[in-house]
């Protein structure tokens, strides 16, 4: 089935790649941070440092591409990956992955190509798709009526629903501000009678911090229209169709989001060119907030309906600003997607 | 086939643990000399007690080697994932009480709760160029509360002790740590964040949820609960 796979992606025009299976933990800590040490198999090497079993082909295919590729594109790879399972015994540690990363300056037409290309090798079993493009999630945070800081700080957990939603609430005025914080912004000077500053966070980035509380607690909430209307974009869940008739809709009170939303609009004509059944394609306004840290665009997923217990059949989406962290700040236009071939050949035995 | 107990072997754990079973009558005590690490238990038949390190227990109660252990509620959080899978708590003892927290330097006035700590991570990450370090023995446990409360740009130092000084030392930013007073972290110059209770430790009495029980054992353990009052 992988292989199956992997010829017909190679015949499409993809470049066979293979990644090390052992990675540099440091690339990837600092990519998705601690949390990676519970997903992942960490080892650790008396000379190369913490290493990391591969818990993806998109890294390291990022990071080749980024050090001698030319665009467009296009690569394929079949390979096992490795990831922890702390809370179901019964999932594998070790899956077999097959891929397609396109790096291609023409996005929604990459967009629509890595969709089709994957949906093409997913045969006839009964399949859910999902999509949704956290792109529209990103203006909309950008378009608020707000301070920078307060921005950035919502954009740093557009994968963190949790955390964004407190964000939300405590910039919009609908929770209090802590006891602490307002009792430190009473005084005078907070900075006064400091207590002895020991360790390497300074003095001076204490004082940076208070004036931007201070700064924040002077700038108006966040408008309950704005607010609104970012829930409103969280809560779409129709067909592609219909999501964009709402989203135009939005976009009247909420311009920044245009843009994304044209971009929404021509994807969905290239999907559409290349024989997707755009009209009944569903789409979710929170898909791919959890679990998917490095998307920032289009998402997508495909889920065998009767079978729950199963991980996604395939799942992908686009990854820009990944190969601006992983290129040392320029980044090119990426967009990728796997089959778990196991999954889909437990699904095709079992139909 | 008996029913095996294992209970920490040393220090104020293991005399309060025999106080507990001394009071609801049953009696553990050393066999042997004092230095020996045989046990005997008087009071109920088909129980044999075991003395083992109390970081140890979480592992043998989950691989079925003993049926019943005491331990900290933190360390079998910590050393065994998706721990209520794979053990049950049957009664909180009343002692050995320790809080796992996050602590701060306590001249970070800006800094109050999870959401401060969160902040001033990215603020300190862009900075110098590296994650905010937390110096700590319980990684798992410090992962999954921060990971919940959607918390980023941090790493994990491990600190296997005097990790309340990391922070003077520069090899960390933050801790989190095991306190019942708090004496000594205010001693070291730090606070504890107003939200940062990651886990209310106490003393604990678990049974293994491994299949492969004997009828023997099943009866023993429902005699030692009547015993017990449980």
């Known amino acids: 089935m992988g292989e199956r796979c992997l010829a017909a992606l190679r015949d499409a025009g993809a470049e066979q790649v293979d990644a090390d299976i052992l990675q540099p933990a440091s690339v990837l800590l600092d990519l998705y941070g601690e949390d990676i040490r519970g997903r992942a198999y960490v080892t650790a090497d008396p000379l190369r440092g913490e290493q990391m079993l591969r818990p993806d082909f998109t890294v390291p295919i990022v990071r080749r591409h980024m050090e001698n590729g030319a665009e467009p594109a296009r690569y394929t790879y079949l390979g096992a990956v490795f990831r922890q399972q702390e809370f179901d015994e019964s999932r594998a540690t070790e899956t077999l992955q097959v891929g397609y990363e396109l790096f291609d300056r023409d996005t929604p037409r990459a967009d629509a190509e890595v969709f089709a290309a994957i949906s093409g090798l997913l045969g006839d079993a009964p399949l859910r798709a999902a999509t949704g493009d956290i792109g529209i999630l990103r203006a909309a945070v950008l378009g608020l009526t707000t301070t920078e800081r307060r921005k950035a700080a919502l954009l740093r957990h557009l994968w963190r629903p949790r955390r964004f939603r407190q964000l939300l609430d405590r910039f919009g005025g609908r929770n209090p501000m802590p006891p602490a914080r307002a009792a430190l912004l009473d005084r005078a000077d907070p900075m006064a009678d400091l207590p002895p500053v020991m360790g390497l966070r300074s003095e001076s980035e204490i004082a940076i911090r208070v004036a931007a509380l201070k700064e924040d607690a002077a700038a108006d909430p966040i408008s309950g229209t704005e607010l609104d209307l970012i829930d409103a974009l969280l809560a779409l869940s129709e067909t592609c169709p219909n999501v964009l008739v709402a989203l135009h809709d939005l976009a009247v009170d909420m311009p920044a989001i245009g843009a994304a939303v044209d971009g929404l609009s021509a994807r969905l004509d290239a999907l559409a060119a290349r024989g997707v059944d755009v009209e009944t394609l569903p789409f979710e306004g929170s898909y791919g907030r959890t679990s998917m840290e490095y998307y920032d665009g289009f998402v997508f997923g495909f889920y065998a309906e009767s079978r729950p217990d199963l991980p996604p059949v395939a799942t992908g989406g686009r990854y820009d600003a990944l190969t601006a962290v992983l290129g040392g700040g320029t980044g090119v236009p990426a967009v990728g997607g796997v089959i778990r071939p196991e999954v889909l050949a437990e699904l095709e035995a079992g139909a | ?230």
């Open chain 2, 1 to 230: 086939m008996t029913l095996k107990l294992g209970v920490p072997s040393k220090g104020r754990l293991m005399d309060k643990t025999f106080d507990w079973f001394a009071e609801r009558g049953v009696t553990l005590r050393k066999a042997g000399r004092a230095r020996e690490y045989a046990g005997a238990v008087d009071g109920i038949d088909g129980v044999e007690l075991v003395l083992l390190s109390a970081g140890e227990i979480p592992r043998e109660l989950a691989a079925g080697r003993i049926q019943l252990g005491v331990t900290g509620s933190d360390l079998v959080r910590e050393r065994l994932a998706n721990w209520d899978s794979r053990l049950r708590e049957l009664a909180q003892l009343g002692f050995g009480g320790a809080d796992l927290i996050i602590a701060v330097p306590q001249a970070w006035i800006d800094v109050d709760t999870l959401d401060d700590l969160d902040a001033v991570a990215a603020a300190f990450r862009a900075a110098h160029g590296h994650r905010l370090r937390i110096a700590t023995k319980y990684h798992r446990l410090v992962r999954d509360f921060l990971r919940h409360h959607g918390v980023a740009d941090y790493q994990l130092v491990d600190s296997q002790g005097a990790t309340e000084g990391t922070i003077r030392n520069e090899t960390a930013e933050a801790i989190a740590d095991i306190t019942s007073t708090g004496e000594t972290l205010r001693a070291n110059g730090l606070k504890i964040l107003s939200d940062g209770l990651i886990h209310s430790s106490q003393a604990t009495l678990f049974r293994g949820r491994r299949r492969g029980w004997t009828d023997a054992q099943r009866s023993t353990l429902k005699a030692l609960e009547a015993r017990l009052g449980l």
